[in-house]
């Protein structure tokens, strides 16, 4: 089945970046978060977004318009009962999460999908909040959705063959290339991977082997990363990097996830990366 309608919660980075590669895939799309104001902000950020290509040659104005014009924003989950699928990003609170999935399964159509773009969380313990965790299934987007080519797609412990199916085929259509998990595992493969690597980054500084720059630097040039796992933390949010490391510490009992205490000292000084306009680097006012 084609999907002609999206309903995204969650009107954050990955929220507002996957409804507008629905929207330039020619995708219908309701960007929902806790209010009206922060769905319209996300729908700004599109905006600026869309501007930004329109001077570089990349659409035309009319391109431009028709995507602003396939996005919606509201401030509740209303949208639910006319949306082909669900793509929830909310924060990466599992009880919150919980409580979303377990609204939205009484909003959406019996047939409907819904999605989860957590990164780390159980797939399983939000399907178990609906009546239907056989339609449960993760898809996780990459940052910016708009451009990254991945989405991996991961089952619950209870999700259908069918509703993967359906998952790989959403991610076709919007142009991606999509990878499929045999079995739920905390974190997937990139961001179980990666999150190794940005982790070690952190405890080279907080050691003092090296400094920020450096420990990119060196990154870059000898593993030839297009960025440096330091600037990847800043750009992801110290914040969102440590309660990965934090969730794949206790789930895994792995000491390699621990964290050392400058992140902790970090995030509490309130450097959260460029969301903040201060991490391991400067940014500015955010």
Request: with cysteine; charged share 25%.
């Amino acid at each position: 089945m084609t999907i002609k309608k999206v309903l995204v919660i969650g009107a954050g980075t990955m929220g507002g970046g996957i409804a507008q590669l629905c929207a330039q895939q020619g995708v219908d799309v309701v960007i929902s978060d806790i209010s009206q104001d922060l769905a319209d902000k996300a729908k700004s950020r599109i905006e600026s977004s869309l501007a930004k290509r329109l001077e570089k040659g990349k659409i035309t104005a009319e391109e431009k318009e028709a995507v602003l014009c396939r996005i919606v924003t509201a401030g509740d989950l209303s949208a639910a009962k006319a949306a082909d699928i669900v793509i929830e990003c909310v924060i990466e609170d599992l009880e919150i999460k919980k409580k979303v999935f377990s609204e939205l399964d009484k909003l959406a159509r019996p047939e409907v999908i819904l999605a989860t773009n957590t990164t780390s969380l159980s797939i399983s313990a939000m399907a178990a909040a609906t009546s239907r965790p056989d339609q449960v299934v993760q898809m996780h987007f990459f940052n910016p959705p708009q451009i990254m080519k991945l989405v991996e797609i991961m089952p619950g412990q209870k999700t259908s063959r069918e509703t993967l199916d359906a998952a790989e085929a959403f991610a076709k259509q919007l142009g991606k290339d999509p990878v499929v998990c045999k079995n739920e595992a905390p974190a997937g493969i990139v961001s179980r991977i990666l999150g190794q690597l940005l982790n070690e980054a952190t405890w080279m500084v907080a050691s003092g082997v090296a400094e920020p720059a450096d420990v990119d630097k060196a990154m870059k040039l000898g593993a030839n990363h297009p960025m440096g796992p330091l600037q990847l933390i800043d750009m992801i949010g110290l914040d969102i990097h440590r309660a990965k490391m934090e969730t794949l510490y206790t789930t895994l009992d792995d000491p390699r996830y621990k964290h050392p205490k400058l992140l902790d000292e970090m995030i509490a000084a309130g450097n959260l990366g460029m969301k903040s306009g201060k991490g391991f680097y400067e940014y500015g006012d955010k």
